[in-house]
Each structure stands twice: as C-alpha cells, then as structure tokens.
T-cell receptor, first 115, second 111 residues
Framework: EAQVTQNPRYLITVTGKKLTVTCSQN?????MSWYRQDPGLGLRQIYY???????DKGDVPEGYKVSRKEKRNFPLILESSSPNQTSLYFC??????????????FGPGTRLTVT | GQNIDQPTEMTATEGAIVQINCTYQ??????LFWYQQHAGEAPTFLSY????GLEEKGRFSSFLSRSKGYSYLLLKELQMKDSASYLC????????????FGRGTQLTVWP
C-alpha cells in the first residue's frame, strides 16, 4: 500500500532532549517536506527536500534539522527540544515538486509535547 | 513570503452549494492547492490550479484568477461528511518547493 509513515505517532519529552521523528515513503517520491500545525496558525513548512541530498529551509526552520541520505527517508531532528516545539507534525511527499506531479501525500502526523 | 487569507468558519446545509474563497499575494505565485482535513486526520489533496479558470472534479471545483490573486473552492450537493477544514496553499517562488498554507476554513454542514 502506497503510504507515508511517521514514527512515533505520539511523544512526550522534556526540555533539552534530542529527538528524531522519522518519515518514510514507499512511492519513490523525489519531494518530501515537514510541516507543523498549531491552532490558529495553520500548517507551516519547516524544511523540504527536492531530492536526495538536497534540502532547504521552509518558513519556520529554527530549532530543527533534517537530512535526506536516501530517497525514502526524511527524518526531522530536534537537537534540543523546547516547549515552543510542542505541536502536531506532518511529513508529506510528492512525485516531484513541479509540473503535474504536485499532489502531496501526508503522513498520519506526530503529536509532540515538550514539557 | 506569502499572506494567504481565507474565512475562518462557514456553515451550510446538506444539499446546498458553498464557495470558500482564498486570496494571496500574486508576487512569486507558482500554483495553488486545496486540501481537505477532517478533525484529527492528515490533509488530503483536493485540487491544483496553476492556470486561470475552473477545474472541475466531481462535486468539487476550484477556480483561479492569477491577476487578482484569488481562488475559490466550490462544493456542490453538500453532504455531512464534507464537514472539515479546507486549506488553501500557495506554491511560491522559483524553486517550487516552498508551500504556504492559509489557516483553513472550518466548514460545518447541518442536516
């Protein structure tokens, strides 16, 4: 089944802890992206990747890192988590970013709470 | 960047037609998406417009006017299951990777 998976789905951690949220897609998509969704603010893009080894900042990259060493995986790393990173995180992928291959498939989301 | 504006909430009755508007800044525009998001779920793709005009897909249609910085999503023959948040998103800039979302329009369909 074609899908985007994220792990973990729920996470509670403490300030200062390093953590990684994994994202994997099995559709051979070139483009992947991370978003956070907060009440009243909507979805905001954190980082995106046009292809392997090509990543770029979105709207709210501060406090996050990403890597794209292989096509299927795009982990989101919080080097030192803080309470303002408490949010619902979505990973998404599409065949490519341009032309007609634009439809993004979203993962189920990861709810992160930092205390 | 982008400033995307859409109404916060709308209500309608089953069987009716509703139009959800979205306005955006035209500079750097490179395509507009509409997504549907049910409570507690991930967004799902509805439509994509990059040229002016109307795109129809079953009960859902989306319209774009690039010169006006304006789009709308038209939902016909509303059903209870259409109660959801509708997200307008603009692809911005030459790299095609940047995507800006509006805050979403929460649509409630009453019986």
């Amino acid at each position: 089944e074609a899908q985007v998976t994220q792990n973990p789905r729920y996470l509670i951690t403490v300030t200062g802890k390093k953590l990684t949220v994994t994202c994997s897609q099995n559709m051979n998509h070139e483009y992947m992206s991370w978003y956070r969704q907060d009440p009243g603010l909507g979805l905001r893009q954190i980082y995106y990747s046009m292809n392997v080894e090509v990543t770029d900042k979105g709207d709210v990259p501060e406090g996050y890192k990403v890597s794209r060493k292989e096509k299927r995986n795009f982990p989101l790393i919080l080097e030192s988590s803080s309470p303002n990173q408490t949010s619902l995180y979505f990973c998404a992928s599409s065949l490519s970013a341009g032309d007609s291959s634009y439809e993004q498939y979203f993962g189920p989301g990861t709810r992160l709470t930092v205390t | 960047g982008q400033n995307i504006d859409q109404p916060t909430e709308m209500t309608a009755t089953e069987g009716a037609i509703v139009q959800i508007n979205c306005t955006y800044q035209t500079s750097g525009f490179n395509g507009l998406f509409w997504y549907q998001q049910h409570a507690g779920e991930a967004p799902t793709f509805l439509s994509y417009n990059v040229l002016d005009g109307l795109e129809e897909k079953g009960r859902f249609s989306s319209f774009l006017s690039r010169s006006k910085g304006y789009s709308y999503l038209l939902l016909k023959e509303l059903q209870m299951k259409d109660s959801a948040s509708y997200l307008c998103a603009v692809r911005w800039g030459s790299t095609l990777g940047r995507l800006y979302f509006g805050r979403g329009t929460q649509l409630t369909v009453w019986p």
